[in-house]
């Protein structure tokens, strides 16, 4: 999201840096260098437990802010531990941080997890200047009470292209007929084989579809340290012929384009940009019920509660099939929805102007 923000921006004004927290490098890696940025690392991987771990980390995006020097530290968290790294960016003499939320939940119920993240969120005012969110929920996930209450917060549209997820039939048949999904139903999921996006829901609900319907094919798109467990439960299932497993891939819009239907039984979601993808590209999107809401901007998506099953999943799905794609995706195009990734970079490119200006600095 953020290297899609930078393509749209004016980077003469502003431009990133990024730290990223692995001593490998990263998938994007390339594009951050040649859309102008340096890239950082405080990574902990070298670690060998818990303590170290944080540590590390906390150290190493201290020297990293030293060196780099930036006007704002700009926190994409999943969980208020994320933010902590603001105390190192504040005390390397960063100004200004922003805690921007893109979760709604946690998988790890961990009594001690739970804690430390309540604790994180008590102190986040002494080290956050600005609070950003893509979603309501997010945001009571990830803020003060306060902040919350107060609605002390800004709404940042997980933003994208949406000239370049357009529908295009075309294209369509020529990389259908090239990777062999004449004729098929497209199942698919795009993200990280992590228990927050509940693949092994995922792959009983599709053996539900597969005994149904002999057309149908999943595609499974992204890498992650539950992918070699997902694969042997695809192998004893039978369903190996019916699962591509796509790895990670830059191609998100070019794999849209073969698909036919967005599945998305997710534990928890912020506000999920696949969605959004998705339902500009055309595609019938299947949520679960503890997805926000606020991510069907076609009121047409379908979500459905985890505790119903995979049959249940599989028999609604295949009654919703069969639509005019192409209209549908045209229409939430026209519709300008605020999701448009120039208009997205903008009013980011503003946000943090405001912030600067109103600290003192030009």
């Known amino acids: 999201m953020v290297l899609n923000i930078c393509d749209h921006m004016d980077r003469t004004k502003l431009n990133f840096d990024y730290l990223k927290y692995s001593s490998k490098k990263g998938f994007s890696e390339d594009r951050a260098l040649a859309l102008g940025g340096r890239v950082y690392a405080a990574y902990n991987d070298d670690a060998t437990n818990g303590f170290m771990k944080f540590w590390l980390k906390f150290y190493r995006c201290y020297t990293a802010c030293k060196k780099a020097k930036p006007d704002i530290f700009h926190i994409n968290a999943s969980t208020p531990y994320d933010t902590l790294l603001g105390i190192g960016a504040k005390l390397a003499g960063v100004k200004r941080v922003i805690v921007h939320s893109h979760n ?4 790890d119920k961990s009594k001690l997890k739970y804690l430390i993240n309540k604790f994180c969120k008590f102190i986040m005012p002494l080290y956050t200047d600005a609070y950003f969110t893509c979603s309501t929920e997010a945001a009571k996930y990830m803020f003060p009470a306060c902040v919350v209450r107060n609605e002390k917060y800004s709404y940042i549209h997980n933003g994208i292209d949406t000239k370049k997820f357009a529908y295009n039939d075309a294209i369509r048949q020529q990389l259908r007929k090239e990777n062999g999904l004449e004729n098929k139903v497209v199942f698919a999921n795009v993200g990280r084989f992590f228990k927050q996006k509940n693949h092994e829901f995922l792959i009983e609900i599709f053996a539900n579809i597969a005994k149904k319907r002999d057309d149908v094919v999943l595609l499974l798109v992204g890498e992650g340290e539950m992918q070699d467990f997902i694969k042997e439960k695809v192998n004893k299932m039978g369903l190996k012929e019916k699962v591509i497993f796509c790895g990670s891939s830059n191609r998100i ?16 979601e912020g506000l999920p940009v696949v969605g959004i993808e998705a339902q500009v590209s055309g595609l019938l999107c ?3 019920d503890c997805i926000t809401k606020e991510v069907d901007i076609t009121h047409e998506s379908v979500f459905l509660p985890l505790n119903q099953g995979p049959e249940y999943w599989a028999n609604t799905i295949i ?8 209209r549908h995706s045209n229409e939430i195009i026209a519709k300008k929805l605020g999701y448009d990734i120039e ?20």
């Open 104 to 107: 709604a939940n946690n998988t």
């Open 253 to 268: 819009n070019e794999l849209m384009q073969m698909m036919d239907v967005m599945l998305m039984p997710s534990l928890h």
């Open 286 to 288: 299947v949520f679960s």
């Open 319 to 326: 009654l919703r099939l069969n639509k005019n794609r192409e």
């Open 343 to 362: 208009d997205v970079a903008r009013s980011l490119t503003n946000e943090y102007i405001k912030l600067l200006s109103k600290q003192g600095d030009k």
